[in-house]
Protein backbone atom coordinates (compact mmCIF):
# COMPACT_ATOMS: atom_id res chain seq x y z
CA UNK A 1 0.00 0.00 0.00
CA UNK A 2 1.18 3.29 -1.33
CA UNK A 3 2.01 5.89 1.86
CA UNK A 4 -0.75 8.15 0.01
CA UNK A 5 -3.34 5.07 0.59
CA UNK A 6 -2.06 4.27 4.17
CA UNK A 7 -2.36 8.45 5.13
CA UNK A 8 -6.21 8.44 3.36
CA UNK A 9 -7.21 5.50 5.28
CA UNK A 10 -5.88 6.90 8.53
CA UNK A 11 -8.00 9.86 7.93
CA UNK A 12 -10.57 8.49 6.78
CA UNK A 13 -10.93 6.14 10.31
CA UNK A 14 -10.11 9.00 12.46
CA UNK A 15 -12.81 11.06 10.91
CA UNK A 16 -15.13 8.11 11.41
CA UNK A 17 -14.29 7.41 15.60
CA UNK A 18 -14.16 11.87 15.63
CA UNK A 19 -17.37 11.51 14.58
CA UNK A 20 -19.46 8.84 16.18
CA UNK A 21 -19.80 6.56 13.32
CA UNK A 22 -19.26 3.45 15.14
CA UNK A 23 -21.82 2.02 17.31
CA UNK A 24 -21.80 2.09 20.71
CA UNK A 25 -21.80 -0.31 23.55
CA UNK A 26 -25.04 -2.08 23.78
CA UNK A 27 -25.18 -1.30 27.26
CA UNK A 28 -25.10 2.47 26.39
CA UNK A 29 -27.57 1.99 24.55
CA UNK A 30 -30.46 0.31 26.59
CA UNK A 31 -33.42 1.59 26.85
CA UNK A 32 -34.14 0.81 30.52
CA UNK A 33 -31.30 2.13 32.14
CA UNK A 34 -30.25 5.27 33.19
CA UNK A 35 -26.99 7.29 31.93
CA UNK A 36 -24.93 8.02 35.46
CA UNK A 37 -25.90 11.65 36.69
CA UNK A 38 -29.72 11.63 34.74
CA UNK A 39 -33.16 11.55 35.93
CA UNK A 40 -34.99 8.89 32.93
CA UNK A 41 -38.40 8.30 33.06
CA UNK A 42 -40.27 5.70 31.07
CA UNK A 43 -43.75 6.09 29.56
CA UNK A 44 -44.33 2.46 31.00
CA UNK A 45 -44.10 0.65 34.53
CA UNK A 46 -41.18 -1.19 35.25
CA UNK A 47 -38.96 0.64 32.70
CA UNK A 48 -40.76 0.22 29.69
CA UNK A 49 -41.76 2.40 26.96
CA UNK A 50 -40.27 5.51 25.44
CA UNK A 51 -37.43 7.32 27.93
CA UNK A 52 -36.57 10.50 28.42
CA UNK A 53 -33.57 11.54 29.75
CA UNK A 54 -33.12 14.83 32.00
CA UNK A 55 -30.02 16.83 33.79
CA UNK A 56 -31.56 18.21 36.57
CA UNK A 57 -30.18 20.91 39.58
CA UNK A 58 -32.04 21.52 42.59
CA UNK A 59 -35.83 22.90 42.11
CA UNK A 60 -38.67 22.14 40.88
CA UNK A 61 -38.78 20.61 37.61
CA UNK A 62 -41.90 19.92 34.72
CA UNK A 63 -41.64 16.37 33.74
CA UNK A 64 -43.35 14.55 30.83
CA UNK A 65 -46.23 11.65 32.25
CA UNK A 66 -43.93 9.15 33.19
CA UNK A 67 -44.85 5.99 34.78
CA UNK A 68 -41.40 4.78 35.92
CA UNK A 69 -38.21 6.83 36.91
CA UNK A 70 -34.52 6.16 37.55
CA UNK A 71 -33.04 8.53 39.63
CA UNK A 72 -28.95 8.14 38.79
CA UNK A 73 -27.70 11.84 40.31
CA UNK A 74 -27.02 12.82 43.45
CA UNK A 75 -29.98 14.61 44.61
CA UNK A 76 -33.07 13.15 46.52
CA UNK A 77 -35.94 13.15 44.46
CA UNK A 78 -39.69 13.71 44.95
CA UNK A 79 -42.31 12.68 42.37
CA UNK A 80 -44.94 14.17 41.45
CA UNK A 81 -48.43 14.33 39.74
CA UNK A 82 -48.50 18.26 39.36
CA UNK A 83 -51.66 20.46 38.64
CA UNK A 84 -51.00 23.18 37.06
CA UNK A 85 -47.94 24.55 38.64
CA UNK A 86 -45.24 22.87 40.67
CA UNK A 87 -46.02 22.59 44.08
CA UNK A 88 -49.43 21.80 43.74
CA UNK A 89 -50.73 17.95 43.10
CA UNK A 90 -49.98 14.91 44.84
CA UNK A 91 -46.61 13.57 46.32
CA UNK A 92 -46.03 9.93 44.73
CA UNK A 93 -42.67 8.93 46.01
CA UNK A 94 -39.08 9.90 47.54
CA UNK A 95 -36.02 8.82 45.84
CA UNK A 96 -32.82 8.57 47.31
CA UNK A 97 -29.84 9.12 45.13
CA UNK A 98 -29.21 6.21 42.68
CA UNK A 99 -32.53 4.33 43.44
CA UNK A 100 -35.65 4.29 41.10
CA UNK A 101 -39.36 3.41 41.36
CA UNK A 102 -40.90 0.73 38.59
CA UNK A 103 -44.57 2.23 39.54
CA UNK A 104 -44.83 5.11 41.70
CA UNK A 105 -48.96 5.29 42.01
CA UNK A 106 -49.39 7.26 39.59
CA UNK A 107 -48.17 9.16 36.47
CA UNK A 108 -44.79 11.25 37.16
CA UNK A 109 -45.34 15.08 36.04
CA UNK A 110 -43.02 17.03 38.56
CA UNK A 111 -40.19 16.61 40.31
CA UNK A 112 -38.68 18.34 43.18
CA UNK A 113 -35.00 18.05 43.15
CA UNK A 114 -33.10 18.74 46.83
CA UNK A 115 -29.18 18.57 48.21
CA UNK A 116 -28.35 15.56 49.83
Known sequence: MSILKKSLTTVAVTGALLSGAFATPAAAADPNTCPQGKICGWTGKNRTGTRTVLSVTPGCEMFTGARSVSNQTQYRIELW????????????????????????????????????
Open 81 to 116: HVSGACGRGTLLVTLKPHTYSNDPGGTVTGLGVYGR
